[in-house]
Structures are given as C-alpha cells and as structure tokens.
C-alpha cells in the first residue's frame, strides 16, 4: 500500500509527525506538505507564483503553497507512482459541519480525489494535540480496514474523520454521520495598525446550530469517531426542475416587465 500525506498546518505540525509515524508501520508513505500553516485555504491552487519544493532532514517533502498545490505537485510532477490512498491531516481541531468547506485538511484530500485516487481527511476535535500520538493510531487503524476490505481499489471515494481527543482505549467505536450546520461565524475583529489604518481579522467560528443525533457534533460530542462521506458535485439537484421553469419564463418576460420596459 502506497500513501500520499499531506495537511495545512504544515509540515513541522505534530499532527502530520505522529501520522506519518503511525502509518509508516503498515504502508510506503511519503510527506508532501506545505512550508506554513495554511489553514481555511480550501481547494485554493497557487496560479500566478512559482513553488518550490524542498526536503527535511527526516525526509518529509514541503512547498510553499497550498495543501491542494502540495498534492497536485505530487501527483504530477514529484512522484513516479500513482499512491493507493491520499491522506490529509492531522489537523489541529475539528472540520465538521461548515468547516469542511474552508477546510485546507478537506482540500488537500478533495484534490488526490479529484485525481480519481481515494483520500481521507483526518481532524481532532479539539486544538491543542491532546492524544495526538492514540488519533494516529486511530485513523491507521481505519486505513487498514479499509485496505483489508480491497476498498482503496474501488472508484475514487472522499471521506471525511474528526477524531476525539481521547485516549484510544475510552474513544468509542467509528459512527457514520452526516454534517452538522454552524451558525454564522462571529463579528470581524478590528483593530488599529501603528499606522493608524484599520486592520480586520476574520471571527472565529459559529457555534454549531444543527448537532442533532446523526450529526459529526453529535457524534464526536458523544466520544465517537465521526465518518461522513463526501461528495464534490455541488449541484442542487432537488431544485433543477424547479429552475428550468423559471428560467424557461424568461423567454416571454411577463406583461408587466414588457410594459416597464418599453416605458423606459
């Protein structure tokens, strides 16, 4: 089993070094990763600077560029191997709900998935690294069920885990979930430069306002290990009919429009 790691906290995080540890004793895994912290970065590819790749002394590779930038130089251009298996993380607190949106940890799995090869995104729940070294072991053991299971042969798939920080032996068992909602993130912080400008800060994170049973907060909250399975198209399928009616008026703007514009 090959395995591509990446992450967005960079390639020095403890979670990526505790990763790379717990999986380099079940697969041939290498490290390519950003140079800095690169968190809320999404699916952002660098287009209009050049990146660079460089090597650590333990031999992880870094960029200085985005998670996905960072998986898509690997996959095309630094690797002479198609790897069985992208895994992102781990990252420094939860990506649940919204989050998975602006998630870089999200990001870089999404991108080896966009490359058709199965990926996996691993966060803990609470920042900090607390039981970083039992998470690891955790999502190695979900990658050795997987393989177990000839899963990482199947078509491409993008999975989504956020890991308590628990002890393994308290963590309860991997529970399926869909994603909660947040509320909306708090007010923007403003401060004054030392130039006498204004400086905005993005606000931190929404409560959750949906971790309802079923839900990843829901789940985590009870000291399970929240899986939810990804999709990319974001098309709202439920509503396509919906729009083609409407679109489909606009052909014979209604009488009253008409009326505006020959008015006009």
């Known amino acids: 089993m090959k395995i591509l790691i990446s992450n967005d906290d960079g390639y020095q995080a403890p979670g990526i070094v505790a990763l790379h540890a717990a999986l380099a004793r079940v697969a041939q895994v290498e490290v390519v990763a ?16 050049p990146l660079y790749v460089q090597t650590a002394p333990n031999g992880f590779r870094y960029i200085n560029g985005t998670p996905a930038d960072c998986v898509h130089i690997a996959l095309t251009g630094l690797l002479d191997y198609r790897p069985d298996l992208i895994v992102s993380g781990i990252n420094n607190g939860a990506n649940m709900g919204d989050d998975t949106i602006y998630s870089g940890t999200v990001g870089a799995a999404m991108e080896g998935f966009l490359f058709g090869i199965p ?3 691993f966060s803990q729940v609470d920042k900090g690294w607390g039981e970083i070294d039992a998470a690891a072991s955790k999502a190695a053991e979900i990658v050795l069920q997987l393989s ?28 399926i979930c869909r994603l909660g909602r947040r509320h909306a993130a708090e007010r923007v912080i403003v401060q ?61 703007p209604p009488s009253n429009t008409q009326t505006a514009v020959e008015a006009a």
Do not use: C
């Open 148 to 175: 177990a299971r000839s899963q990482l042969g199947e078509s491409p798939w993008l999975l989504n885990v956020n890991i308590p920080n628990l002890p393994l032996e308290a963590m309860q068992p991997v529970k």
């Open 119 to 121: 990926a996996i995104a």
């Open 34 to 49: 950003p140079e800095h912290n690169n968190s809320a970065k999404s699916n952002a590819l660098t287009l209009h600077s």
């Open 192 to 252: 004054q430069s030392p130039r006498g400008e204004a400086m905005y800060w993005i606000g931190s994170a929404g409560a959750a306002k949906d971790d309802a049973e079923g839900t990843d907060f829901h789940a985590t909250a009870l000291g399970h290990v929240a899986l939810t399975p990804l999709k990319v198209d974001l098309t709202d399928h439920d509503h396509l009919r919906y729009w083609a009616q409407s679109v489909a008026q606009w052909v014979d």
